[in-house]
């Protein structure tokens, strides 16, 4: 598992909600990370952040809302901010009679700024705020795993957390994180909550792929779309992380572009040796058609052992992700690739690949790696299989 959720390597079949995105693997070592719930600040939603304020401002806070946008972009840190905010405020909206309206409270907040050192942020960065339930998928410490999907278990705390009275008279707030990947039974359970919640409370779906929420919940809650984060933003957020070294303005353009703007997903690809993964990966494509099957052979040696899990996964995921890249470039009538890809191999594919071939590859690939991955196949054939693919 990762700070953002993910799965080892994640296969996403929804693509209008996250097209193209690369889903990077695991990073054990999160020192450089911050959690969203330790985070004091969140970039790049200041629209977001005035609604929120104007709402409370007004007494119109919704009952429940939905963060959508592609992951690791902030929207939890958002969840994690507002929920300090409220908690931290007290009960300020008196009836809250609706989903979208209630009567005006006489309150002048600039932003929804909580100390770092205050006690309501401590209490809910450490689980320990009686008002504030945090649900998120089963994380098995022992196997390392995290459960694809948020299951009817989890979403069946929330109803006694909402029967029980507010301990500190204030708001009680809720955030389903991966609230996209609750199967159909979770989504019945948090559906009923939906229908008649209780006064005061503030119930927060994140979801990534908010297609997958059935429409019955999406129209008892407000959806707010959240944007990916501008090349700024990231730039700004990249340069606040402990210990990174600087970036040039090339490697900032490979990042802004792998990480459709999530600052996750940039932070996983740098520690996960992404720039050399990427590197390797085009050395090797260059060859193209002509494979150099020695340069493959020690490729396949270097990176598929239990202790290389790391960059076999990077390896994996960039190279099919350069693919969806040169698909998607190719379906929507262009020829020009990011500046980073336009390697002479991989111009000529563009130049002499029909649409159809460049989906038969990029399914190829994608199988072939889910197949390694499910049947616990040698990864080192998986690493010379996959240039067989490319050259089918």
Known sequence: MNLFGDEDIIYDDDMDDDVGAAHFPVVEDHEKLVEPQAMSFCSGHQEQEKLFLELFEKGSMPHAMIFAGTQGIGKSTMAFRLARFLLKHGKVDTNQDSLFGGEEAAHDFSSLDVAADDPVFARIASGGHADFLYISRYYD?????QDANLKVDALRKIEPFLRKTSSEGGWRIVIVDDADTMNRNAQNAILKILEEPPANVLIILIAHRPGMLIPTIRSRTRFLQFSPLSHEVLNDLLSKQQDNPALSIDQL?????????????ALQFIEGGGFDSLSQILD???????????????????????????????FAELLQWIFRQMLFIKARGGQDLPAFLQHDALQNMMASHSLEKLISITDGLKSHFERVEFSNLDRRDAVRGCFLVISQ
Request: glycine share 6%; net charge neutral; charged share 25%.
């Open 141 to 145: 410490a022992a196997k390392g795993k």
């Open 253 to 265: 353009d490979i990042l802004s572009a792998i990480s459709e703007g999530s600052i996750g997903r």
């Open 284 to 314: 090797h494509l260059d060859d193209a058609p002509n494979w150099n099957w020695v340069k493959i052979h020690q490729l396949s040696m270097s990176i598929s052992s239990p202790a290389q899990d790391k960059e076999y996964r990077m």
